[in-house]
């Protein structure tokens, strides 16, 4: 069976630094792109960014480029999500997600997140 | 950066009635996009992607339709367990891949 189980919820202040977790299981870790989705409090989903476990290839967002660092360590299977200094503003619920890509004879037929952590909260509050 | 927009944003119905959700994208997307369910306190599920493909274990009263710019999430016969919120997704172009702002199904 397919999982990734997130870190536990943060309470933070402005200004410290958090990162987070997101562990693979029931799949080659490897194989797939892991990306991280946010949900501000009573708002819609916005992607972030995403890392290939593999090789360590990351995208980000131009919303979220040099605001947040993804990476990943295959060897436990995990991948992190992490901010130097934190805004009041990063308060919000974050997902993780596996990106599927599915090819009918090379040819890409869908990108899409077909599993979901079950979020970390991440409370910033002075 | 594409932007996707949905209506209705919110829609009240009963069980048993048919609800069409539609998505529209600012430029042409093929048919890369995607429909999740959210129901609160919850992650967001996969229902559609490739805009009409059904993911595994979906139930099929969820059909999805649509190429280009618009496309359609369609419940054939709401349900109480499909009161939720229904966001469609662009995968077009990644990694500036975006979401919808959402649509709220709720009971009548």
């Known amino acids: 069976e397919v999982q990734l189980v997130q870190s536990g919820a943060e309470v933070k202040k402005p200004g410290e630094s958090l990162k987070i977790s997101c562990k693979g299981s029931?799949?080659?870790?490897?194989?797939?792109?892991i990306g991280w989705v946010r949900q501000m409090p009573g708002k819609g989903l916005e992607w972030m960014g995403i890392?290939?476990?593999?090789?360590?290839?990351?995208r980000y967002s131009p919303s979220f480029q040099g605001q947040v660092t993804i990476s990943a360590d295959k060897s436990i299977s995990t991948a992190y999500l992490q901010w130097s200094s934190l805004k009041a503003s990063d308060t919000a619920m974050y997902y993780c997600?596996?990106?599927?890509?599915?090819?009918?004879?090379?040819?890409?037929?869908?990108?899409?997140?077909?599993?979901w952590g079950q979020g970390t909260l991440v409370t910033v509050s002075s | 950066d594409i932007q996707m927009t949905q209506s209705p944003s919110s829609l009240s119905a009963s069980v048993g009635d048919r609800v069409t959700i539609t998505c529209r994208a600012s430029?042409?997307?093929?048919?890369?996009l995607n429909w999740y369910q959210q129901k609160p306190g919850k992650a967001p599920k996969l229902l559609i992607y490739?805009?009409?493909s059904l993911q595994s274990g979906v139930p099929s009263r969820f059909s999805g339709s649509g190429s280009g710019t618009d496309f359609t999430l369609t419940i054939s016969s709401l349900q109480p367990e499909d009161f939720a919120t229904y966001y469609c997704?662009?995968?077009?172009?990644?990694?500036?891949?975006?979401f919808g702002p959402g649509t709220k199904v709720d009971i009548k």
């Open positions: 430029q042409s997307i093929s048919s890369y």
């Open positions: 490739a805009a009409s």
């Open positions: 029931g799949y080659s870790f490897t194989s797939y792109w």
């Open positions: 997600v596996r990106h599927t890509e599915l090819l009918w004879f090379g040819e890409l037929l869908s990108r899409h997140f077909d599993y």
């Open positions: 890392i290939y476990p593999g090789d360590s290839d990351t």
């Open positions: 997704q662009q995968s077009y172009s990644t990694p500036r891949s975006t």
